[in-house]
């Protein structure tokens, strides 16, 4: 265990903390990385999710694609990015690669939320009138939240993850802090940077889950059996499920776990 | 001349790289098999009496449940750096991991197929003098293949992507040659690892889609519009009947898959 408090100590001097590669600026970059290839990937998944939704087409685009992002190793697309030309344009290739993980869970699961809105409610709001846009941020869109949400933590469990793995390629983050303990044969610090990557990747599930109550559109009226129903999984609403353990009646497999935290 | 002259340029596609570098191909594969097949393996034995104990004792359905999803929030790289201190730097430490990552899906899969037995089916094995064990293995077991399987094929899927990062330490099969392609910026190294990746978990997901065929025989009976079920009867039809929903599902993710691969 002497390697925990080595660890520990590696922690807690304020040294490690400043400076150009210090946990500070580590840290920034990690997140930088991370919110904006998420607000790319939002840019380009959530409005191409809810026009399939709404539509009603394309649903094996959707399911498939979060198929395919499972199959192909981060490291892979990471690895083959990095020796593009793009190389030589900073972030870019590690943006690119992180926004390609996220839009997978982001698209399916805004997908299937969409589509599975209640039938017979959206019947009913069509009947009374209103419009495509309408219908869709009105009743689609609401009722079909908390799966958008549940795609959102997915796709950023995923990015915290593969942001961490691009310092492999010499890329920013906090990953480089365990990457660079590998080389030198430094164990505390490699365990030091590994338990701050862990820290942060809990802290902004729970910050996501927390939001996710916060704005649900729906809060304080999901009360009743059917909607109520929908949402609660096997271990109670308040479990931080897993991408994918929220799911409403789809078989299981259909609707799967996040891909995987690479 | 002109076959040699692509290493020397350091070309992406490059046939001389594979023949000259065979063995290495070879023994990177092997490794990243026998990870996947030990990892996949253990974490279903591990699975096996956690899913049985929280569908037993209820009460630990939400704790097993979250303590797993905890797990999966880690990114890859802090898993296993977390784990050096305990086992030093080992395949036992990327093994590990892969299992831990593997709980999550393993054990929601297996309860969701448990709990999805029909309890007239339960009954009647009873009325029948089944004991526990024997409903157990001879029934209930039996009428959750299909969602176990689809678990251990995501499961399989993305331990293979993951093994990849074991690379960082030298146990990650052909994640070893990307990482090193990815330092040297050998072109060839890493596409010719990263495809041969995508293909072992296409090629991984076909088998176990054949076996789960081969495994449930009634199912294919039943949605050809044949003779019943095998402990089913009249209930079960609906269950089978999403079952090949998602098997419909599933061919079209792994053609899908194929053309990704290509």
Redesign the interface.
Known sequence: MGTIADAWTWLTTGSNWSGPGGIGVRLGEHLYLTGMSLAIACAIALPVACWLGHIGKGGTLAINISNVGRAVPTLAVLGLLLLTPLRMHGDWPTVIALVLFAVPPLLTNAYVGIREADRDVVEAARGMGMSGPQLLGRVELPLGYPLVMTGLRSATVQVVATATLAAIAGGGGLGRIITAGFRTYNTPQVVAGAFLVAVLALVLEGVLVIAERLLDPMRGRRTDGRASGRRTPAGGPGTPTAPGAKETDVPAGEQKPAPAPL | MKASSCLAANEWICGEYVRSRSDELVDATVQHVWITLASVGIGLLVSFPLALVARRWRVL??PV??L???L???????????L??LMGISASVVVTGLVL?SL??LI??L???L??VPADTREAARGMGYGQTRLLFTVELPLAL??VM??L??AT??????T??G???GYGGL?NL??E??RS?F?AQ??T??VL??LL??LA?LLLLGLQRLLTPWARAQRGGGTGGRGGGGDSRGRFG??G??GR??T??AA??KE??A
């Open positions: 359905t939400g449940l979250g797993t999803t905890v999966y929030t880690i990114p890859s790289l802090a898993m296993f750096s977390l050096v201190p990552y999550t899906i929601r899969n309860l969701t197929g709990d999805a299909p969602a689809a678990g094929r995501i899927v993305s331990t293979i992507a993951m990849t990062v690379g960082i330490m994640g990307i990482v392609g990815m910026l072109k890493v596409l690892a990263s990746c995508v978990a296409v997901d999403r079952v929903r998602v599902f599933r079209r993710a899908a898959r990704a691969a």
